[in-house]
């Protein structure tokens, strides 16, 4: 059985993964993937903004870091892309980046509830008990669905990621996912089932299966991604992935080429 496309995975110049983008994708040849993709943390607009994206300075060893990858493997398809934080108000920095290279695809992520709180920081969790569940995810998901809106991404990165801590609100998000949802199948955006959920304390791909099933009722197209911080890393619990996808009456998954999408069967 072919393994969908591996979307979504990162390289040193973030300063909180290792392995150089040939060593994963040696390791993707190992698991079977046919198809990877790097999408590294983007240069933030300043870069003391936090210590966990790509530096400015590092952008062009990033392009020679991955056509490295490609040259030493010619047999895998590598594309090339960024998982790009949308902050409300930086939209002239995301637009600047977009432009400086013909992408195969963009990923918009939020990790950023405010300026000053990334929400899955591990360093930053004692914030989590401060707040209401609730508010947190409404805003974190209010802000996904304006990422959806900006047209700036091909597809939004683990769309639960708020979950990663086990912070659940009490109250029904239902609303939340649905208006997410219909951004999403309005500008055409495809979702990533993202497995880094189940190195998680959740232990739950990204995202859940409720919200998986939604998506495939209202016809958001997929992508795969194990958001690889290491060689090991790459495909995994993609069986797990394709079992999610196809029990929700998934039969395609997305690639793209230059922002070009193209409907694969699973
Ligand atoms: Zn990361
Ligand atoms: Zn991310």
């Not at 086990?166 to 109250?171: A, G, I, L």
């Not at 998506?215 to 060689?231: G, L, R």
Request: net charge negative; aromatic share 12%.
């Amino acid at each position: 059985m072919a393994l969908p496309a591996d979307y979504h995975m990162h390289t040193p110049l973030c300063r909180h993964a290792v392995g150089e983008p040939t060593e994963l994708a040696a390791h993707a040849e190992r698991v079977g993937l046919t198809e990877i993709g790097f999408s590294e943390h983007n240069p933030m607009v300043r870069d003391d903004w936090d210590e966990w994206h790509m530096l400015q300075a590092d952008f062009d060893l990033y392009l020679d870091k991955v056509e490295k990858a490609r040259r030493e493997h010619p047999n895998l398809t590598i594309k090339l892309a960024l998982e790009m934080d949308f902050i409300p108000g930086q939209e002239d920095w995301i637009r600047q980046l977009a432009a400086r290279h013909p992408w195969d695809y963009l990923i918009g992520a939020v990790h950023y509830v405010s300026d000053s709180w990334d929400l899955d920081n591990p360093k930053r969790i004692s914030e989590w008990k401060t707040r209401d569940p609730f508010h947190v995810w409404t805003t974190y998901f209010e802000r996904l669905t304006m990422a959806a809106e900006s047209g700036f991404f091909q597809i939004i990165a683990h769309p639960d990621l708020c979950k990663k801590f086990c912070f659940y609100p009490k109250e029904d998000c239902t609303p939340l996912f649905k208006r997410f949802l219909t951004a999403m199948k309005r500008h055409g955006l495809a979702m990533e089932l993202n497995t880094a959920g189940l190195r998680k304390d959740c232990r739950e791909i990204y995202p859940s299966p409720r919200l998986v099933q939604m998506a495939a009722e209202m016809e958001v197209p997929i992508t795969f991604a194990s958001d690889a911080h290491a060689p090991a890393e790459v495909g995994a619990n993609f069986t797990e992935a394709l079992t999610l996808a196809r029990n929700a009456g998934y039969t395609h998954y997305c690639r793209f080429t230059q922002r070009q999408r193209e409907m694969v069967k699973l």
